[in-house]
């Protein structure tokens, strides 16, 4: 479902580790999961998606894993840079296809540590 | 290959007018969304529409807000008598048209709008 908060959590990381945020979400019907990632001023841009009916996908630098089990999504980045600090939403597409409307998560801040 | 266009970027109007935002989707897409975001938030659905049609309406206010997406021309979302409450961040989306489910809507950078 829909979740709304007042503040963002937020996940500082030394420049050059790993981060992985995570993310919970509600509706067990729900067949694919998108990660965006939004800057200051801009809209959402598109991370890396998956489907139900995978547990892993990778992308460049990227990496989403599905707990369909425990209904948990988390986003790994790898060898984080300043270009990374951003805030991450989690989505999730309750219809078959993209056509359908998209929940967002209430989001994760990622700010980076030189 | 330009993305989703929205504008203008940022709107100021005093309350009780009348806000139009644009949204020119992607080349070749004819699926159009539109959400609207609170400051520390997520992005909440509004309204998905396709050429000449409304398909999902159940994010919309029920009064003074409306959308269309004509045949020819950008998609509009028009706020009616505005208040202070409908100040946001308005973000449009396209995605290919057909029932593809291998591609993930993609945003424009928004319309500020600020009510004084």
């Known amino acids: 479902g829909e979740s709304v908060g007042l503040h963002l959590p937020t996940l500082s990381v030394q420049e050059g580790d790993n981060s992985i945020i995570n993310c919970a979400y509600s509706n067990s019907a729900s067949d694919y999961f998108i990660w965006y990632k939004q800057e200051s001023g801009k809209g959402p841009q598109f991370i890396i998606d998956i489907r139900s009916n995978m547990d892993k996908r990778q992308g460049q630098r990227v990496t989403v894993l599905l707990n369909k089990t425990v209904k948990h999504l988390s986003l790994q980045i790898a060898a984080t840079q300043p270009g990374d600090s951003a805030v991450y939403f989690c989505?999730?597409?309750?219809?078959?296809?993209?056509?359908?409307?998209?929940?967002f998560g209430s989001g994760t801040r990622l700010s980076i540590r030189p | 290959n330009a993305g989703v266009m929205q504008n203008p970027r940022h709107l100021v109007r005093r309350r009780g007018q009348e806000a139009r935002l644009r949204c020119s989707p992607m080349?070749?897409?004819?699926?159009v969304y539109w959400y609207r975001q609170l400051p520390e938030e997520g992005l909440k659905f509004m309204v998905y529409?396709?050429?000449?049609?409304?398909?999902?309406e159940s994010g919309m206010p029920k009064e003074r807000f409306s959308a269309e997406f004509p045949k020819e021309g950008p998609s509009i979302l028009r706020i009616q008598q505005v208040v202070r409450g409908d100040s946001a961040a308005y973000f449009c989306?396209?995605?290919?048209?057909?029932?593809?489910?291998?591609?993930?809507?993609?945003f424009g950078d928004g319309t500020r709008l600020s009510i004084l």
């Open positions: 529409l396709q050429k000449e049609n409304i398909i999902d």
């Open positions: 989505a999730e597409n309750p219809g078959y296809s993209s056509a359908s409307k998209i929940i």
């Open positions: 080349k070749g897409h004819s699926h």
């Open positions: 989306a396209s995605s290919p048209s057909g029932t593809s489910n291998n591609q993930p809507q993609h």
